[in-house]
């Protein structure tokens, strides 16, 4: 071959190996690696996220075997949709980071991205962490500015750090990651400065960099809140954190498309030993009962028909959600009076038409956020256990819950209270340990990991030491 052809060769073979490497993943450096996790997944493994500055997805280690990372979502600016808050409050969304994922490998033992361990799932799974509600509140409409830059008085990453050390199996995000929706007042220092919005700069201050030593400890289930509906922050929920693929039409960045966007199928996650969480998504549910011809009717009553079937797969089942339903909320009235609140009504009234007792018979335990607080109600009728742990970081709830609910008051139809126990205006998170497949020993923890109250769950019903826990 002449000189001129071997080169051109040779150019055309470094312009293909150069073209592949560009498609290519490759391993990722630590200072680009911005951060990694790990989420249970909809087919009842798990997934392994990572978000990066490079402009290719890193590789991961799994027992010392290299598995590509594939884009999730691009590093872009995605332009101002309409949002909950006014135009002028809004903004285009920003991320700065590539989304990558890949599939974790059924019984791997060890997984690794650019060194850092990843949390892989056991095969039992019997220490939980339980808390949501835990980005730091900035909202124009209701003049809530919580000083985020106190952390005080947005402790979320004092909890973070406490819940990790305590070494939970599994981690469960009960919903409600991003507060930080409009820009801080001019005339509040506690929160001057501080990132708005929905794109990846709000992220990262209100969950990823304050959850960080929990996001390395356990792997995570995570509820959607309404935080996270598509008029809200579901643009970064459905990059960062939604179950299943993200596909055209279910980003949230189009608001013609909500109506695919807002709704997620339930999924379960198995623990061992008969028992299973089943992941459930009611973030556009309204607080009121859904009216006839509500297009959110046929969305719900399919969400409970597949939570009905998930839970033939097991004996024992733990739901999780953001409303609670079989909780209840207090507040003010005109007076000045307190004022119990019942359970959610919308999903009542779709789950109660189907059936009176709400839940199919194998559910034992809710678990949900969406109340600032921590709460437990138990129940003499055929009702699981609600357990409510909105108190990770937001501001709390202040408005005290009674020691026992007033004669006849009932979190919703049918439901006779046997035993309630509640915490406001307190920081902190909940652990579970499971004792027995219907048995669990639970203990509600301030933002240091100090236990202030615990609970027994038997079956369907709880009972806790305490009524109620002092406020500090």
Known sequence: MRNGGWSRAMMLALGLMGAAAALTPRSARADELVSAYVLMAPDGGAVVRALTTAAHCPDAAFDGRAVPLS???????????????????SKPSTFAVLTCEAAAPRGAKSGAIAGRPLPLPRAQIRRLVVFGDTGCRLKRSDKAWQPCNDPRQYPFAQVAAAAAKWKPDLVVHVGDYLYRENACAADQPGCA????????????????????????????????????????????????????PLVAGRDCNDPANDSVGDYSDPYGVPLGDGVQLIVYDSSNVSGDALPAGDPRVARYRDTYEKIAALTRRADHNILAD?????????????????RLDPGNGGLQSVFGAINPALFPPKVDVLLSGHIHLWEMVSFKSPHPAQFVAGFGGTL?????????????ATPAP?????????????????????????????????VDGVVVNTCEIRGAHASCAKSQVARR
């Not at 909780?327 to 009076?337: D, H, N």
């Not at 709390?396 to 006849?408: C, F, M, Q, R, Y």
């Not at 309630?420 to 509600?444: L, N």
């Open 396 to 408: 709390e709830d202040i408005v005290p819950l009674p020691a026992t609910p007033p004669p006849g």
């Open 414 to 446: 049918g439901a006779v209270v046997e035993a309630m126990s509640s915490w406001i205006d307190g920081f902190g998170f909940m652990t579970m340990e499971r004792v027995a497949p219907d048995r669990w020993s639970a203990q509600i923890r301030d």
């Open 71 to 89: 884009p999730r979502a691009p590093a872009e600016t995605v332009p101002q949709r309409t949002t909950r808050s006014s135009a002028e409050d």
């Open 322 to 338: 953001h409303h609670p339903v079989l909780g209840f909320a207090a507040r003010l009235s005109k007076s000045g009076e307190p």
């Open 193 to 244: 400065g501080s990132p708005w919005g929905y794109g990846s700069d709000a992220w990262m201050a209100d969950f990823f960099t304050p959850a960080d030593p929990l996001l390395r400890a356990a792997p995570w289930a995570v509820v959607r809140g309404n935080h996270e509906s598509c008029a809200r922050a579901g643009q970064g929920w459905w990059r960062f954190l939604g179950p299943g």
